[in-house]
């Protein structure tokens, strides 16, 4: 039955491409909200795009009939032009909405972070991930599920040189071997983003117990690809 309202950040990104599509589709998800700087690609019946070029507006728009939400907005460095731009849209703007989902009655949040995110690290986006990781933790929903994959494997619309390469090889070990030779390092864009379904669908319905939970790469694996049913 379709139920679950949804709201998504990062809808035209790799990852948040792939959600939105499983989303638009999912027989338990009855609305999807959906920011977006630009128009979206697709739309359907039940997608509500929340379409605004300035980010600042973002928190403002989010719906208070929404009970899940769904993070996979990121940005990099080059394409940000500093760090501290970088740090706006990754750390700043996700916590803010995060924080509109937690005020308007959100329950369960879902955030793609990355596999190094220390809030320790000395390097600036591990440390930044961490203190995401940190901070939306302690806004405190009834579950708050975080995903940390490896090198993300897809084809992505910016340009990403010295990342190419090397998705070029964890597709090329896909090929060959997959469960020894890409599984343990980098996992496909569609796969991650069937994990964040299938975990944050999992807490709605009341599967999960665990207030914090946090998905490894054998995790993602398992919900996105091993355990993974369609829809």
């Known amino acids: 039955m379709a139920d679950t309202t949804c709201t998504l950040a990062g809808s035209t990104g790799l990852v948040g491409g792939n959600i939105y599509s499983i989303l638009s589709s999912h027989p338990a998800v009855s609305t999807v909200y959906a920011y977006a700087r630009r128009e979206l690609p697709t739309t359907s019946p039940k997608t509500h795009p929340l379409v605004s070029s300035d980010s600042s507006t973002w928190a403002a728009l989010y719906p208070k009939a929404s009970s899940l939400f769904f993070s996979a907005l990121g ?3 080059g394409a940000a032009g500093s760090v501290q731009a970088q740090r706006k849209i990754d750390y700043d703007l996700n916590l803010e909405l995060a924080k509109a989902a937690k005020d308007k009655g959100a329950t369960t949040y879902v955030l793609v972070s990355t596999s190094g995110a220390n809030a320790s690290s000395f390097l600036a986006y591990p440390k930044m991930k961490g203190e995401l990781e940190e901070a939306v933790k302690e806004l405190g929903f009834d579950h708050t599920v975080i995903l940390r994959p490896g090198l993300i494997v897809g084809e992505r619309e910016d340009s990403r040189p010295p990342e190419f390469a090397i998705r070029k090889v964890a597709a090329w070990a896909g090929k060959i071997s997959e469960p020894w030779l890409k599984n343990f390092w980098a996992q496909d864009a569609d796969v991650i983003a069937k ?15 665990q207030k914090v939970w946090m998905l490894t790469q054998n995790d993602i694996i398992r919900l996105g690809k091993t355990e993974w049913t369609g829809v």
Do not use: I
């Open 195 to 209: 994990a964040a379904v299938s975990a944050g669908l999992q807490c709605v319905e009341g599967k999960v117990q």
């Open 75 to 77: 940005t990099t460095r």
